[in-house]
């Protein structure tokens, strides 16, 4: 190979930044990394894949071992591409249709960096986050699925991207939407459509009524709900900015794997293993 682990690292530092807000070419900066016979070896820094390897349609959950779990029980055909810092990706068939499920890890600036390589380098079309939330409205409750029609966020991507001239409105394609809920009545599975939150913290102060935004008898998350918040969670902010810089597909699904008004949660096993409804109605929208 030709890159050195001194610029390798280089990169990688750079990407970490730059990828979330599309300033760092991954494809451009491997262009060199070939073997001996001028073929790519390793077409990006954080997915260990030859182009060609991954599917235009990906399932993007956050856990490598869900991961791992939906590929081993959805998919035929499996082939594991990837496995950079535990983050495993597989490629298989899906009823005849090749479909790719990447771990993802957990953030923003996480997925971020995968996002801008799955699209960039390995030609990604349609992305469909398949993850939990935690519900924040009255009417959802522990193991409803929800789809994110537009994703609100106390992140600064959006700033980073517009410089604050335009409060960038991040929704979910339409056409992936409208078959999402399509299928899920036609599996007579329930779901519930919606605004979520996207923050950057997961142990914060919204729930404080003198926390953050509070006003000593109302917490932040008693705003968001009158405002028809369902649910928090952290990387469809990132999904739906990447997707829309790169006019591709994108939804985010969601299990609720924690009810914040009732204090109720799910197993750390059921959040790995369970919540094959949600994986039924990504797979049955994305080989539409």
Do not use: W
């Given at each position: ?240 900015l990447h997707a829309a810089a790169a ?42």
């Amino acid at each position: 190979m030709d890159i050195t682990r001194r610029n390798l690292f280089k990169m990688a530092g750079v990407a970490a930044v730059g990828a979330a807000i599309g300033q760092f070419n991954v494809a451009e900066a491997l262009s060199t990394t070939k073997n001996d016979e001028g073929e790519i070896s390793m077409a990006s820094i954080h997915i260990a894949a030859k182009v060609g390897e991954v599917a235009e349609r990906v399932l993007l959950p956050g856990d490598p071992v869900r991961a791992k779990i939906i590929a081993e029980n959805f998919l035929e055909d499996i082939h594991q591409y990837t496995a950079i810092r535990n983050i495993f990706g597989f490629t298989g068939k899906y009823k005849g249709e090749r479909v790719s499920i990447q771990a993802t890890g957990m953030g923003i600036p996480s997925i971020s960096i995968y996002l801008h390589e799955l699209i960039e380098v390995f030609g990604a079309k349609k992305l469909i986050r398949v993850g939990t939330c935690g519900g924040m409205n009255e009417n959802i409750r522990l193991r409803d699925v929800l789809i994110a029609q537009g994703s609100s966020t106390d992140s600064s991507i959006v700033n980073q991207v517009f410089g604050g001239a335009v409060n960038f409105s991040l929704l979910a394609d339409f056409e992936l939407l409208s078959k999402a809920v399509s299928v899920a009545k036609n599996l007579d599975l329930p779901v519930k459509v919606g605004n979520v939150i996207c923050t950057d913290l997961f142990y914060n102060d919204y729930d404080d009524p003198n926390g953050t935004f509070g006003d000593g008898k109302n917490t932040f998350n008693d705003k968001l709900r009158r405002y028809g918040i369902l649910a928090v969670e952290m990387e469809s902010a990132a999904l739906y900015l990447h997707a829309a810089a790169a006019n591709v597909q994108a939804l985010a699904i969601f299990t609720v794997s924690d009810d914040l008004l009732r204090k109720e949660h799910c197993t750390p096993e059921e959040r790995q293993s369970t919540f094959n409804d949600m994986i039924k109605i990504a797979l049955e929208t994305i080989i539409q």
